[in-house]
């Protein structure tokens, strides 16, 4: 079966009549757009336009997940998350950056890498798109975080973190999405 | 075990020095505030205020779950999503605004309705938070879809559903969580 169907595209698609530059800022890029809608009226569409970034679930040999607990200023809470990261460039290799990224922020390296797709945060308004994998394999090393990155790395066991996801006590997206994913491959 | 630790808010936690406002759209509200780290030096923050949202994973005692394919403009795609919408106002019931999206984006109603938690969509930089729900008991009725929005509502197999999210064929992120939760719960 086939889930991203296009075909409906010619009798939903918007089209831009005109593009605003609101505010071009280090991580969001916003913009307004005038757009004629299927039928044929205007109206406006306010967007973010965003590099793109990559996750990474990484899991030990005793399915234990290596996370994350930092904090996040939009929402003043810790939270628990995996380790993730944006892309340097819109172009740059994403296993590249998510190994980077694990290594930078956890000090592991891992010998296996499996891709677990990609995810819009929000494409009502926006075009990050967050690319996920499951790495296994790992070996510990040297955390170097990125400068004011400051964040407790730990382990949790998965059928611990999948029950704490169902609970509803996991509120990132992203590691929502991993957990549960790594959970159903590994049978847990 | 407790997940949503609050115990190293002190050591970690980002304080404002100054809010500036950059945009008060319809949606979006995007702020860039200077804030000082832990360490005490200084760094800036650029946010986006959102008034929060609900969905709902509508099952039938089939196992079938009402979908909708809608057009995003910001990544100029029909995708495959779960019914969902906007908060009319912050302090709005979020299970009466998830009963109202459910009924007129696809005509449905649901006499039982399961909190699934919420997420984050992105809380590095937004504090959008969506309150996820799982209805069941569906009856059918008719739809009245906000002016603007044109979409397909159609039924789709839970199971094939989870398979496409494992495939990274369904890339909407709520959409992923909901379905791998409610998968979880009906034991698919």
């Known amino acids: ?101 694990l290594r930078e922020e956890t000090g592991y390296t891992a010998d296996e890498w499996t891709d677990l797709g990609g995810l819009y945060s929000a494409p009502a308004y926006s075009d990050e798109y967050i690319t996920m994998y499951l790495a296994r394999g790992l070996h510990r090393g040297e955390r170097h975080p990125d400068e004011g990155e400051f964040l407790d790395v730990s382990r949790v066991p998965l059928a611990d973190l999948a029950q704490a996801v169902m609970n509803g006590e996991i509120p990132d997206a992203k590691t929502q999405i991993c957990i549960l994913k790594a959970a159903r491959i590994l049978g847990i």
């Open 1 to 101: 079966m086939q889930f991203n169907v296009e075909r409906e595209l010619s009798h939903m698609r918007e089209t831009q009549i005109s593009s605003e530059d609101i505010f071009h800022g280090k991580i969001l890029h916003v913009k307004k757009d005038i757009i004629r809608l299927p039928d044929g009226s205007e109206s406006f569409r306010e967007i973010i336009r965003h590099i793109g970034a990559v996750c990474v679930i990484p899991v030990t040999e005793n399915n234990e997940v290596i996370v994350e607990r930092q904090y996040r200023y939009p929402i003043d809470r810790v939270i628990l998350e995996i380790p993730a990261g944006k892309l340097d460039a819109p172009d740059e290799n994403r296993l590249s950056a998510v190994q980077r990224e």
